[in-house]
């Protein structure tokens, strides 16, 4: 329910990112068919989502970024996304990653991050980002607390093995952040949220790198 609460609110109908900019308009009998060798037509299922959800929720999917003829070097035709692994296999392929962005955010995800890959994965992430970012970038961190890991532990067999091998706790991020290993050159708790759910009461930080950074 939340998501579709926030897909209404900042996606309303009309909104660029409608699922109807994916298709050709309906015609007058029905949705655009394609014909076949005997002669015979089949008619493209337009959605698979309801039409009352749409109406009431808005648009559901996406369409492609950017559109055909688009200018990429404006908004919103300049934004890409990409689902992915950010934890790279080796610790050589940090070291070759090359800045690209001014600004990173990093939020709700050091806990998956932690349990998943332990302790050498999430450094390796740390360091990505720093690396990541240009001279005078930001890293915008939420990492959820220790707590919370334990409730989580018995997923899989590898965070049940990861859990217990932890020994860089969400507490030692910040020392460890602004470490010669990562490099980051000063922080800033910037807020902890109020949330009806205290779960979700957690810390806010901003790292800077420094414009003329030693690695």
Known sequence: ???????????PAGHYLSEELRLPPQTSEGDPGAESEEGTTTVRKRSCFPASL????????????????????????????????????????VDAQNPEYDVVLCLSLTKWVHLNWGDEGLKRMFRRIYRHLRPGGILVLEPQPWSSYGRRKTLTETIYKNYYRIQLKPEQFTSYLTSPEVGFSSYELVATPHNTSKGFQRPVYLFHKARSPSH
């Open 1 to 11: 329910r939340e998501g579709l609460r926030a897909s209404r609110e900042y996606f």
């Open 54 to 93: 749409t109406a009431s929720r808005g648009p559901i999917a996406a369409p492609q970024v950017p559109l055909d003829g688009a200018d990429t070097s404006v908004f919103p035709n300049n934004v890409v996304f990409v689902t992915g692994n950010y934890v790279l296999d080796r610790d050589e392929l």
